[in-house]
């Protein structure tokens, strides 16, 4: 498989700011609910990540914590 380099990175590329921002500060709660003092920013961010592909799909978050 080939990765295009002029492709944006992730699934929140097709987003305004403040759906970006209002995703962060979610992925961020779930991640200290789900990882307590152990969440790191990794765990912050793939929650994100989650979140933002299912928001591009239209789904709903139900399960975007349970990354690993």
């Known amino acids: ?3 295009d380099r002029n492709r944006p ?3 929140a590329a097709a987003m305004d700011t403040d759906t970006k921002h209002t995703l962060m500060d979610e ?3 779930l991640a200290l609910r789900a ?3 152990a969440a790191e ?3 912050i961010e793939a929650v994100f990540e989650r ?3 299912c928001w591009l799909r239209g789904l709903p978050a139900d ?3 349970t990354v690993h």
């Open 41 to 43: 920013v990794e765990h």
């Open 27 to 29: 992925a961020e709660e």
């Open 63 to 65: 399960g975007a914590a």
């Open 1 to 3: 498989m080939r990765i």
């Open 35 to 37: 990882f307590g003092p």
């Open 9 to 11: 990175a992730g699934d």
């Open 51 to 53: 979140l933002a592909w």
